[in-house]
């Protein structure tokens, strides 16, 4: 036997113990993508991904290799994301609005392979889930500028589903026109109640006459059905394509950074525990009417150790001048310490719930 043939042989022995790690972790990814079907999370998470090639090419001992074992691991991550992406085939995610919509745009980001159904509402998304409909609901819960969605909150407050995502989004405004419209010609612009709140100033400063409608998808409809080069809406460069309407004016939103936050709303709750990426996650809870009652509240989350990124009061419908807080706490709750955060929280709180846990800081 040659040398090379030696060689060649000694290569066949590694590709046939490959083939069998290859299998292992084939099925351990399965595994991961009925997880993530289960529970709302999208296959793709960019911030883990980058953690995990960085950590495992520093694990290869001939540095000389590195650049070559990332292009390796990368194609080993591909191929899974690839395998998901098949088995996460069918489900149904429930979004407010119509095609175009910034919420739909989102669903089809964080659930690519999801078939996408529109309701008319939060409430009718939020209740399809429930209901067994759908499987997910991708909802609106903050603007960047225009700030909390209350009604979203409302359902999260009364509703039994819970958040296993929150994800950003840029929003782009844009001014919206039909055939032989032009900036000069419009008088009124239609939109989302929020979009009109983003592009307040823009309205102002240009004399325009603003009207609500039921989200930004829906009012570019609206418009290119009237036909009438007086009348504009505010929505996404892709309603514009979708309605064949012109582009009259770009990033109309009175903030440059102007972004949404998405959360996917499902009936499991999932646990998301990871020493790579950061957790957050959503606490509501209504306090006792005694003196003190919040602040001994926030003192306990700080003397558990953990960080309230934020705070919010919402009315309680149907029960005149009384409130629950919205929360969102940077920690892990899955935890001895939470549960002891938690018990001490009974005794200052008239109720507790835990709405779900999330990786932080999720762009899409």
Aim: hydrophobic share 40%; proline share 1%; glycine share 6%.
């Amino acid at each position: 036997m040659s040398q090379m043939d030696e060689l060649r042989g000694q290569i066949e022995r590694i590709d046939e113990q490959m083939i069998d790690l290859f299998e292992q972790r084939m099925s351990i990814s399965s595994q991961v993508a009925a997880y993530k079907k289960e529970h709302g999370i999208p296959v793709l998470d960019k911030d883990r991904e980058k953690v995990l090639i960085a950590k495992n090419a520093g694990k290869v001992k001939n540095r000389e290799l590195e650049v070559y074992y990332k292009d390796f691991f990368e194609g080993v991550l591909n191929v899974s994301k690839s395998y998901q992406h098949k088995l996460m085939e069918g489900v149904k995610v429930a979004y407010s609005g119509i095609e175009g919509s910034f919420a739909s745009i989102s669903a089809s980001k964080i659930l690519p392979d999801a078939t996408r159904v529109s309701y008319g509402s939060f409430s009718e998304a939020y209740n399809a889930v429930v209901a067994g409909e759908c499987d997910f609901a991708v909802l609106p819960i903050e603007n960047s500028y225009a700030g909390e969605v209350g009604a979203v909150t409302d359902l999260m407050f009364k509703g039994d589903l819970f958040v296993n995502g929150v994800y950003e989004l840029g929003v782009s405004q844009c001014l919206l026109g039909v055939k032989d419209s032009s900036l000069e010609s419009i008088k009124t612009v239609v939109s989302h109640s929020q979009a009109l709140d983003q592009c307040s100033e823009y309205i102002k400063r240009h004399g325009l006459k603003s009207i609500s409608a039921e989200n930004t998808a829906v009012a570019a409809k609206e418009i290119a059905d009237k036909n009438d080069i007086t009348v504009g809406a505010i929505a996404s460069k892709e309603a514009a394509k979708l309605y064949g309407l012109t582009i009259l004016d770009y990033d109309i939103n009175e903030s440059a950074q102007n972004t949404t936050r998405f959360a996917v709303f499902s009936r499991e709750k999932a646990v998301i525990k990871s020493n790579d990426v950061a957790g957050d996650f959503i606490l509501m809870f209504t306090v006792k009417n005694e003196a003190g009652s919040l602040a001994d509240a926030i003192a306990i989350l700080g003397k558990h150790g953990y960080n309230m990124k934020v705070i919010r009061s919402r009315p309680v419908k149907n029960e005149n001048w009384q409130y629950y807080f919205y929360t969102e706490v940077e920690g892990d709750i899955e935890t001895e310490e939470g549960e002891k955060m938690l018990k001490d929280l009974e005794k200052e709180c008239n109720m507790i719930k835990v709405i779900g846990t999330y990786a932080a800081d999720m762009k899409i």
